[in-house]
T-cell receptor, first 112, second 121 residues
């Protein structure tokens, strides 16, 4: 079992729709959860951080964390073509000396 | 100016050559990391350093070495480059956990440099 798993893409959504990305992790001791956006050929950019159960909203992005079920999700509302990118889920694992472990990423394409 | 810079941005070299990739940061972070990214394999940690005197191997350190010259500088070397080291390389930084006024766990936030595209022929 991989430490951090993301739903396989690619995910294609029409402009204005909601894109939903999911991520599960294996270590119940994980403390910090992040979503990075990465455009093709560019470096990952941190877009959301979440540390406690529940929802966290930032503009059109909402991160949801459920530690009991060991998943974290990212919702992108009113998707725009500029949201087309690969989204990486990252988790700090107690078993990994609290370094970040990354999922393989989900590629999102927003259709105009 | 960018907080995390990497040089060079692109490099083409031949098998057997020694290559050094450099990373500098102005964020004042203690922790620095080197990752490589290959298509379909995600980000993999090569080496990391929690301070100038603390350097640790990551999951794929074979064939690589590092040097932490100062808090702000962390270099990655390929002593004898081989074609399967062709990849995109990223440097990243993060803060240390004892900073006051920060959210729990926020010290794990990592900030990435622009990357170096390395091709080994």
């Amino acid at each position: 079992q991989k430490e951090v798993e993301q739903n396989s893409g690619p995910l294609s959504v029409p402009e204005g729709a909601i894109a939903s990305l999911n991520c599960t992790y294996s270590d119940r001791g994980s403390q910090s959860f992040f979503w990075y956006r990465q455009y093709s050929g560019k470096s990952p950019e941190l877009i959301m951080s979440i540390y406690s159960n529940g929802d966290k909203e930032d503009g059109r992005f909402t991160a949801q964390l459920n530690k009991a079920s060991q998943y974290v999700s990212l919702l992108i509302r009113d998707s725009q073509p500029s949201d087309s990118a690969t989204y990486l889920c990252a988790v700090t694992l107690r078993s990994n000396d609290y370094k970040l472990s990354f999922g393989a990423g989900t590629t999102v394409t927003v259709r105009a | 100016d960018a907080d995390v810079t990497q040089t060079p941005r692109n490099r083409i070299t031949k098998t057997g050559k020694r290559i050094m990739l450099e990373c500098s940061q102005t964020k004042g972070h203690d922790r620095m990391y080197w990752y490589r990214q290959d298509p379909g394999l995600g980000l993999r940690l090569i080496y990391y350093s929690f301070d100038v005197k603390d350097i640790n191997k990551g999951e794929i350190s074979d064939g690589y070495s590092v040097s932490r010259q100062a808090q702000a500088k962390f270099s990655l070397s390929l002593e004898s480059a081989i074609p399967n080291q062709t990849a995109l390389y990223f440097c990243a930084t993060s803060d240390r956990p004892l900073s006051s006024g920060r959210a729990v766990g926020s010290y794990n936030e990592q900030f990435f440099g622009p990357g170096t595209r390395l091709t080994v022929l």
